[in-house]
């Protein structure tokens, strides 16, 4: 990782890691994860001659943790980037998210398509009006046989979420109260392995699985005594992740999740269609950010780049770093060359 610097942008620090020069490329990390995600990207990056920054995002890491749950909403986070553009001096910036970071990504040319030169999303397909969760391919195996759900993006997404999943539900649980921070917060070492694992059962094996599997009860809950699969991390990166998480807890990040409600209603009277170049990039075996839920996005994305990389799970910049750094660099050489 390149020298940290702390970095004053919306009234708050982010802890800033940065490399290269040449066009901008803002790296975004997903949950539960850190600027450190990104550690095989960005070297491979400033080489390709791209000026690489990449923050522990609000809440994470070295950066600023707010109490208040109403600083993770969706205006602060992306306020927090355009504060950092502009305390870098850069114009606009070709932004790169995995898991809640591509959702943070996709909502940067919502809100401030004018900083925005393009959108590369790892594993998190656009949704439009955070109907992520309410996508089919996720709902109808959690429903009752016999049983239908058409989402309606005109309705609180966890109002209709509640209507589908237990209380279980990773994303419900984050909502019920501080039991899933009490737990996780209890044992952020087995918190992080028992997240990021690789080489489990493929999504075809996962959906002859029990229907109450499709209600995603992950966080929050005991681990079992064998993980399943193998670690993401090897031993010196696991302790990073783990010193992190061991000073700011996952409550800051869980509350990233709290905001869902305020950031559907702070977009419902805005015009959903991406206008900005984009690539998806799509991991085979992801169960919840499934490739299948990229079908239908080019309606929203006006030009859209789709590919799937094989034999991964959902921790694509860090399972399969080669394939996942070689998509990004060749379509920015092609899209924004250095």
């Not at 009006?129 to 049983?147: F, R, T």
């Not at 005991?222 to 010196?236: F, H, S, T």
């Not at 409600?261 to 702070?266: E, L, Q, T, V």
Request: hydrophobic residues 40%.
């Amino acid at each position: 990782m390149p020298p940290v610097r702390m970095v004053k942008t919306n009234g708050i620090n982010l802890a800033v890691y940065e490399a290269g020069s040449g066009p901008a490329v803002v790296l975004l990390h997903g949950f539960p994860g850190l600027a450190f995600s990104w550690r095989h990207q960005i070297p491979a990056l400033a080489a390709a001659g791209y000026r690489v920054i990449v923050p522990d995002l609000r809440g994470y890491g070295l950066s600023d943790t707010p109490k208040d749950v109403e600083s993770y909403d969706i205006a602060h986070l992306t306020g927090d980037i355009v504060g950092l553009l502009d305390a870098l001096d850069v114009k606009k910036a070709v932004f790169v998210g995995h898991d809640w970071g591509g959702l943070l990504a996709w909502q940067m040319p919502l809100f401030h398509e004018v900083r925005v030169a393009g959108v590369i999303s790892a594993n998190t397909p656009f949704i439009p009006h955070w109907m992520l969760w309410l996508h089919p391919d996720l709902v109808n195996p959690a429903l009752p046989e016999g049983k239908t759900f058409v989402a309606d993006p005109n309705v609180d997404p966890i109002v209709q979420m509640r209507e589908i999943y237990s209380s279980e539900m990773y994303v419900l649980k984050f909502l019920n109260g501080k039991t899933a921070d009490t737990v996780m917060n209890r044992d952020p070492r087995g918190t992080v392995r028992g997240s990021m694992r690789k080489d489990l059962i493929t999504s075809a094996e996962w959906g002859k699985l029990p229907p109450a599997v499709a209600h995603m009860e992950y966080y929050g809950q005991p681990l079992p005594a064998k993980l399943p699969g193998r670690d993401v991390l090897n031993a010196g990166e696991l302790e990073f992740y783990v010193e992190h998480f061991e000073r700011t807890g996952f409550t800051p990040a869980i509350n990233w999740y709290r905001n869902l409600s305020r950031n559907w209603k702070a977009g419902l009277d805005v015009d959903q269609t991406i206008r900005v170049p984009s690539m998806m990039i799509s991991a085979a075996h992801d169960v919840v950010l499934r490739p299948s839920m990229t079908n239908g996005m080019d309606a929203y994305v006006n030009d859209l780049e789709k590919h799937v990389i094989a034999d991964c799970w959902h921790w694509t910049p860090e399972e399969k770093p080669q394939e996942f750094t070689q998509l990004v660099t060749s379509w920015l050489e092609r899209r924004f060359p250095s």
